[in-house]
């Protein structure tokens, strides 16, 4: 599988979109679902005549997604798909690329939040969105995607560390120039949660 790259923190909202952030993964990305934490203007887009929808779970700092897809490409089986998985909290965003997975209509996992306040606490969700596009039908990776010196501690069971240069903002919680960072990609978006939670918990440690 090919390398998995984090981006970000970002700040203020992606609500306009992630195509123009300049993206080593490029462009050409959908948002085919979101869930506003506490609010009801939640997103439920049709994508390849795929109906999604996303649900992130309760208020807090911490939870579980699941995504959903029926319809469309996926009467013919499981397909091969880019995603970007945009976590909230704040006033500012991480965004997490997971190249060529393969999605049979139902994936979960966990979240923690991305922003810290001067205390080194985790803020509540704000929310959770998923863009997409098309992978590669036979898993392989564009060039050009990934970072070889990303610096992570990979770990057996889809562990990881930080990027070698920070990557994250310290102390209030402000925003950092994105940096995009390599990490170890999970076998299925089943496990894309795992890392969400994975960098998160590695950066809630360096700030205690």
């Not at 992630?18 to 934490?37: E, F, M, P, R």
């Not at 996926?74 to 091969?80: K, T």
């Not at 049979?104 to 863009?131: E, R």
């Not at 997409?132 to 770990?155: E, H, K, Q």
Request: aromatic share 8%; hydrophobic share 40%.
């Amino acid at each position: 599988m090919a390398a998995t790259d984090y981006y970000g923190l970002v700040s203020g909202n992606d609500s306009k979109g992630i195509n123009d952030l300049g993206l080593s993964w490029g462009d050409g990305w959908t948002l085919v679902a979101k869930d506003n934490v506490g609010s009801s203007d939640d997103v439920r887009g049709t994508w390849q005549n795929i109906a999604f929808s996303l649900d992130a779970g309760a208020g807090g700092s911490s939870g579980f997604w699941l995504l959903t897809g029926s319809g469309g490409s996926l009467a013919s089986g499981p397909m091969r798909l880019d995603m970007v998985a945009v976590v909230k909290s704040s006033t500012n965003y991480a965004l997490y690329y997971f190249e060529d997975v393969l999605f049979d209509g139902s994936a979960m996992g966990s979240w923690i939040s991305p922003s810290f306040n001067a205390n080194g606490l985790p803020q509540d969700l704000s929310h959770l969105s998923a863009y997409l596009r098309l992978g590669d039908p036979y898993g392989l990776p564009d060039n050009g995607t990934s970072s070889p010196d990303g610096g992570l501690a990979g770990a057996a069971g889809g562990g990881m560390g930080l990027p070698s240069d920070g990557g994250l903002a310290s102390g209030a919680g402000g925003a950092v120039d994105p940096v995009p960072s390599a990490v170890p990609e999970p076998g299925s978006l089943a496990l894309v949660g795992v890392a969400l939670a994975g960098l998160a918990t590695a950066r809630r440690r360096r700030s205690a």
